[in-house]
């Protein structure tokens, strides 16, 4: 076998490398090697073995070290039958010699502190001393052996190049890395491509295939196997030679190969290969469409998550925009991917790809965008909600609604069950985005300086890091042992701060999530962290229940000031905009400025002062200052409190504007935009206000949440806001499309009237009109301004009645929308109101435990007191009968012409929850706190049956229309259903679990109906949930946008459902046929 002159000058470099190592180590060894040395020098060997003779005469019994062996014939002609340590990147060639071989694996990435501390020793410079282009160009190669040896030996003639070799790296200009007198190759993409040219002819353009790959993929065979039309086993053959020659890695995990390549590799081969990347991407989408259909990939297949992860990429990638567009806007794949892996990569495929379509498509794209963006929540639960009843509830004018409508007729058709939201056109969703990255409630959540990127906090002990576009998960932290309580990042983004009530505060790379610092100085539980304005002076400030406040340089270990003056927990801390000043509230009931540079003092204003009255003495007074704000001037702070927000000159310490938000919910916390004249707050109602600090008027309400809303902060450029709250998520909100909303909404007492094909809803507005409503129309009378506690409709819609809160009861005359009657009858707020089925008598409850019937034709009236306690609700019973249940635990029958108690049932200990009279009118149930039912008879006084197994208080009940079964639902969100003749469970409604820590059923079960033929069961809760009583299984689920809905409507054929959630958005929903 002849030596080429090319292969033997190879040999004399390895000999002098390795000759020169020998002659340091033995100076007997030297004169030895330069013998040798010469004489390769002076006579060329023509056959390879000559040359293992000359080596067997001088190097018999020694260690040889080779390296960088290449071809098998290179490693024959040094083996002397001696033992040799040789480095290669194909670990073939040992197959050409015999004895024991031993192959020691060298990592592709060095890491960090290794490829650091090798290029310290080529520029011979200290590993601290190096410049930050060192880290940079680690990060760039990620490591890689290659390119830490070239650049390092480039350097070392170069030094002051730093720059300029990174600059090629991050622009793949590897031709412009070039050799330098310690290095082998004439460049670094020669030194890559000599693995790829010693490859068989017969496999090359199978590695030119892998040219498609994504950077940090690991590819199953079977993705291979379908690209190539091969057996596993061929695929695995090949590539077992890729991986032999160190062109491909391979993470073997029990049976199953998955292959990925090196990020240098990876722009190696695009670089090399650029003119053939669409036909590569066409090739492997065509090979796709040949075994599969997108919709049936099975979770089960080695390679489905490939598939659904780089399909979309794969087609952009080969400019097949028809075959992106049918893949991406259709239902059956997005419910497919979304069930596996959530809908936030399908939203970054619609942001990504949305440049490459046209104006139409992407009119299409933005629906669905949308729609994922706003569902996100949902589609990321167990078990998976029905996309096609969510698609339903989409406007009109969406292509997923068309989709979903077309696909929804065709199921009904087998039997599906599926529900159209008839007044939708009317409800306007003001959030961008939904996510929900925690599994419980969500404490705190912020901004990137560049607007990016968003972190979250809270009671699940996670720091989460997602994309603010798309809500991509970037990075998942266990970051603290108990509750983290708030997030911060660094103004250069590169830290993130994190606070527990572990009582530590620790500091993460907001790239890697690698832990930098654990600060534990702090005694109790430190409840805010913020991070100062200017990166070039980096400081933390950190807010405790210990009464301190504490600055902390990273440089340091330890803690650079302490600050005391609070005498209660420190709640929150804000850097002023120039950094000057640090701004501190506390349970003491004030708001202090400090001196950063000295760490003193500056002013301290009492909030508490602004709270007190003639009637409630200040010592006995509690005022929690909760949080502040800046303004971006940094002339004005703002500050909450209770349900208060003042605004301070910071100069003058003077109030300058004061906001009372309302009495029912308390600010949790508030944030000032970068414009200066507005101010987000969160409320503990589930709320968030958006407020004008100019000219101290309200703009708008966001209502989205289903709990309290912990956390609002504005984007750093003011466009977007984001909210984290109890229910789990965090809510993108656009500030511009929320300051143009001005919705009304609609509180929960409302009436409905299902008369022909007509419904009819009588409610109370939250500017307190009483609106009535045509649910087939959408058109809305407003009929008169009043304070509203309930209201009902007659049977004919010619009166409209309704009670208030000072105990007085009005009926309206619709036609000319005048007052016909009014009378105060009670003490205290009217709860509930109802006509008879004549509409000649009006009877109504009260707080004040009473109950009036009052014929206001001729204003005779009874009043039923017997009651201790307030009277929950009553049902007319026929033969002017009535039947009222109280929180007295009583339920009693009443004649509603003498005002007497005909009957009186003590039913249970606690308070009587609800009760439903059997449709033959022999029976009634009744439903407690105590977890119990019970089903009674008229006839007698005692119990017929105590249904005992809820968990929870049973707050509802319901008799099937033939009056055999009974369903009750509880606290828990359970549903039961009972055999009313011997009292036996039937089935056992299963809860919904989502996941550790969310409610079931969104909530309390509060309403049931069953539909005429006994066969279903409509239930209200946090949602609305439709069951086969048959079975005891759920036949459809209706997300409603808010939650806690009090009661469902149902119209005698059970084909439409009224109802409203806590957010007052009005569902009037019609089955499909």
């Given at each position: ?565 609070h005498t209660n927990s420190v709640n929150h801390c804000r850097f002023s905009p120039d950094d000057k000043l640090l701004a501190s509230c506390s349970a003491d009931g004030t708001l202090k400025l400090w001196d950063v540079k000295s760490a003193n003092e500056r002013k301290s204003i009492n909030v508490k002062q602004f709270f007190l009255n003639s009637e409630e003495p200040q010592e006995d007074m509690e005022v929690i200052v909760k949080c502040c704000s800046w303004s971006a001037d940094g002339t004005r702070i703002m500050v909450a409190a209770k349900n208060k927000i003042f605004l301070f000159d910071i100069h003058t310490g003077g109030l300058l504007a004061e906001i009372h938000t309302g009495h029912h919910s308390t600010i949790q916390y508030c944030d000032f935009s970068p414009q200066n004249h507005l101010a987000v707050v969160a409320l503990s109602q589930c709320c968030v206000e958006l407020w004008n600090m100019d000219s101290c008027l309200k703009v708008a309400d966001c209502r989205g949440h289903l709990s309290w809303v912990h956390c609002v902060m504005f984007s750093p450029d003011g466009s977007s806001f984001l909210t984290s709250s109890d229910d789990q998520t965090i809510r993108l909100w656009e500030t511009k499309k929320v300051c143009k909303n001005s919705a009304i909404v609609l509180k929960q007492e409302i009436d409905v009237v299902f008369q022909e094909n007509e419904v009819m809803v009588l409610a109370v507005d939250n500017i307190k009109r009483l609106q009535l409503i045509n649910g087939k129309t959408g058109q809305i009378d407003y009929l008169i301004e009043a304070q509203v506690s309930c209201c009902c409709l007659s049977p004919h819609l010619q009166y409209i009645a309704f ?271």
């Amino acid at each position: 076998m002849r030596i080429s002159l090319r292969g033997l000058h190879s040999i004399l470099k390895k000999l002098k490398t390795v000759f020169a190592f020998l002659c340091c180590a033995n100076t007997q060894v030297a004169a030895i090697c330069l013998k040798l040395l010469l004489f390769f020098a002076s006579s060329l060997p023509y056959c390879l073995l000559s040359t293992t003779e000359m080596l067997r005469k001088y190097f018999l019994r020694s260690l040889l070290i080779l390296d960088d062996i290449w071809d098998s014939w290179i490693l024959k002609a040094f083996d002397n039958q001696c033992q040799i340590l040789l480095t290669t990147r194909d670990k073939s060639v040992t197959d050409s010699v015999m004895g024991p071989k031993y192959i020691v694996a060298v990592e592709s990435d060095l890491g960090k502190e290794k490829g650091l501390e090798i290029l310290s020793l080529f520029v011979n410079m200290k590993k601290a001393d190096l410049p930050e282009q060192a880290h940079s160009i680690i990060k760039e190669c990620k490591g890689s052996p290659l390119v830490v040896s070239l650049i390092g030996a480039l350097l070392r003639d170069f030094p002051n190049r730093w720059d300029y070799y990174l600059r090629q790296l991050q622009n793949k200009q590897f031709k412009r890395i070039r050799k330098s007198s310690f290095y082998d190759y004439e460049a670094l993409d020669e030194a890559m491509s000599i693995s790829v040219e010693m490859l068989r002819e017969d496999i090359k353009d199978y590695y030119t295939d892998l040219s498609i790959l994504q950077k940090d993929v690991k590819v199953p065979t079977k993705v291979l196997c379908i690209l190539w039309d091969m057996e596993t086993e061929e695929v695995e053959d090949i590539l077992q030679e890729f991986v032999n020659k160190s062109l491909l890695f391979c993470d073997r995990n029990g049976k199953s190969f998955r292959y990925y390549l090196h990020d240098l590799q990876v722009d190696f081969l695009i670089e090399k290969n650029r003119n053939q990347l669409q036909d590569l991407h066409k090739k492997i989408v065509t090979q796709f469409q040949k075994h599969y259909q997108p919709h049936t990939l099975s979770p089960d297949q080695e390679d489905c998550m490939y598939w659904y992860n780089f399909l979309a990429y794969h087609m952009a990638s080969a400019s097949m925009h028809k075959e992106l567009c049918a893949l991406m806007f259709s239902l059956d794949w997005i419910k497919a991917k979304t069930e596996l892996v959530g809908p936030a990569h399908l939203i970054h495929e619609f942001v990504e790809y949305r440049h490459i379509l046209d104006e139409k498509d992407c009119a299409v794209c933005e629906n669905f965008q949308e729609f994922l963006s706003l569902n996100g929540h949902l589609l990321g639960r167990q078990p998976f909600p029905n996309i096609v009843q969510l698609g339903l509830c989409e406007p009109e004018t969406s292509e997923v609604y068309q989709q979903a409508k077309l696909q929804a007729k065709q199921e009904v058709d087998h039997g599906m069950l599926y529900l159209e939201w008839i007044n939708k056109k009317n409800i306007k969703n003001l959030s961008r985005l939904v996510v929900r990255p925690h599994t419980d409630a969500v404490y705190h959540a912020c901004f990137s300086e560049d607007g990016q990127r968003i972190a979250s906090c809270g009671v699940d002990k996670t720091l989460q890091v997602f994309k603010a576009e798309t809500g991509e998960k970037l990075l998942e932290i266990k970051a603290h042992e108990d509750e983290v309580l708030c997030c911060a990042f660094s103004t250069d983004d590169r830290f993130i701060a994190t606070c527990s009530v572990d009582k530590k505060v620790k500091i993460w790379n907001s790239m890697t999530g690698g832990l930098v610092h654990v600060y534990d100085e702090h005694s109790e539980q430190v409840n805010c962290c913020h991070f100062t304005n200017n990166s070039h002076y980096l400081l933390l400030a950190t807010a405790s229940s210990d009464c301190f406040l504490k600055l902390w340089d990273l440089n340091q270990k330890e803690c650079r000031n302490t600050m005391f003056g609070h005498t209660n927990s420190v709640n929150h801390c804000r850097f002023s905009p120039d950094d000057k000043l640090l701004a501190s509230c506390s349970a003491d009931g004030t708001l202090k400025l400090w001196d950063v540079k000295s760490a003193n003092e500056r002013k301290s204003i009492n909030v508490k002062q602004f709270f007190l009255n003639s009637e409630e003495p200040q010592e006995d007074m509690e005022v929690i200052v909760k949080c502040c704000s800046w303004s971006a001037d940094g002339t004005r702070i703002m500050v909450a409190a209770k349900n208060k927000i003042f605004l301070f000159d910071i100069h003058t310490g003077g109030l300058l504007a004061e906001i009372h938000t309302g009495h029912h919910s308390t600010i949790q916390y508030c944030d000032f935009s970068p414009q200066n004249h507005l101010a987000v707050v969160a409320l503990s109602q589930c709320c968030v206000e958006l407020w004008n600090m100019d000219s101290c008027l309200k703009v708008a309400d966001c209502r989205g949440h289903l709990s309290w809303v912990h956390c609002v902060m504005f984007s750093p450029d003011g466009s977007s806001f984001l909210t984290s709250s109890d229910d789990q998520t965090i809510r993108l909100w656009e500030t511009k499309k929320v300051c143009k909303n001005s919705a009304i909404v609609l509180k929960q007492e409302i009436d409905v009237v299902f008369q022909e094909n007509e419904v009819m809803v009588l409610a109370v507005d939250n500017i307190k009109r009483l609106q009535l409503i045509n649910g087939k129309t959408g058109q809305i009378d407003y009929l008169i301004e009043a304070q509203v506690s309930c209201c009902c409709l007659s049977p004919h819609l010619q009166y409209i009645a309704f009670g208030g809160e000072d105990g007085a009861v009005e009926i309206l005359e619709l036609l000319n929308n005048r007052i016909f009657q009014s009378r105060i009858g009670h003490k205290k707020t009217v709860r509930h109101i109802q006509f008879t089925d004549d509409g000649k008598t009006l009877i109504s409850s009260s707080d004040d435990s009473s109950i009036q019937v009052w014929n206001w034709q001729s204003e005779e009236y009874v009043f039923l007191q017997a009651h201790q306690e307030t009277v929950k609700d009553f049902k007319l019973l026929k033969n002017s009968k009535l039947l009222s249940w109280s929180f007295d635990g009583t339920v009693k029958i009443w004649s509603i012409i003498t005002g007497r108690i005909e009957k009186d049932f003590v039913c249970h200990q606690d308070t009587v929850l609800s009760c439903d009279i059997s449709p033959d009118a022999t029976k009634f149930s009744s439903t407690s706190a105590d977890k119990t039912a019970k089903i009674w008879s008229f006839e007698l006084l005692s119990p017929l049956h105590e249904l005992r197994g809820h968990k929870g208080c049973v707050r509802c009940s319901v008799f099937s229309v033939d009056s055999t079964l009974l369903a009750t639902g509880d606290d828990n969100g359970e549903i039961r259903i009972w055999n009313v003749s011997n009292g036996e469970l039937l089935h056992l409604c299963a809860p919904i679990l989502v996941e550790e820590g969310a409610a079931t059923h969104g909530g309390w079960v509060t309403d049931l109906c069953f539909s005429p033929d006994s066969k279903m069961l409509v239930s209200a809760g946090g949602y609305l949930k439709w069951w086969n009583v048959v079975t005891g299984e759920s036949s459809q689920t209706f997300y409603t946008n808010g939650t806690c809905l009090k009661k469902i409507h149902v119209s005698s054929d059970f084909k439409t459902y009224v109802t409203v959630d806590n957010l007052g958005i009005l569902y009037i929903l019609q089955m499909l046929e």
